[in-house]
């Protein structure tokens, strides 16, 4: 069994830092035969920020600050009835362009990719 979601939200800008996001994805259990308690998820999630925030900063340290792409993808094993193990992978193009490190000075910030596993169980 599988399905799908979406989500969006707006605002004017003008007293919340996001102006739009976007969230879709689709999920689902038991797509292996044998395997009835496994789940699974992919989603992508986009938000982009007013203009309105802090302009002149952004401009001229070239922060970014304008918008952010997410990726998830988990598949959750269930070992036992109240035991699963989850590895999970993200990828997230950051809003920020640039970080102030001591110094000071700017480094550009790439594309965090982050790998996780976790481990749930039910008592």
């Not at 992508?44 to 952010?68: C, M, Q």
């Not at 594309?111 to 976790?118: Q, Y």
Request: proline share 7%; charged share 15%; aromatic share 12%.
């Amino acid at each position: 069994m599988a399905g799908v979601f979406f989500r969006f939200g707006v605002s004017d800008g003008k007293a919340n830092p996001i102006k739009y996001h976007y969230n879709l994805g689709i999920g689902g259990k038991g797509m292996i035969p044998g395997r009835p308690h496994d789940t699974f998820g992919l989603g992508w999630s986009y938000v982009e920020l007013s203009d309105k925030l802090i302009p002149n900063l952004r401009a001229f340290l070239d922060l970014g600050l304008e918008r952010e792409h997410a990726v998830e993808l988990y598949y959750s094993v269930a070992v036992t009835p109240w035991l699963c193990v989850t590895p999970d992978l993200q990828i997230v193009q950051s809003v920020l362009n640039n970080v102030l490190q001591p110094g000071p000075q700017l480094n550009k910030v790439d594309t965090a990719v982050i790998g996780a596993l976790r481990v749930y169980t039910r008592f």
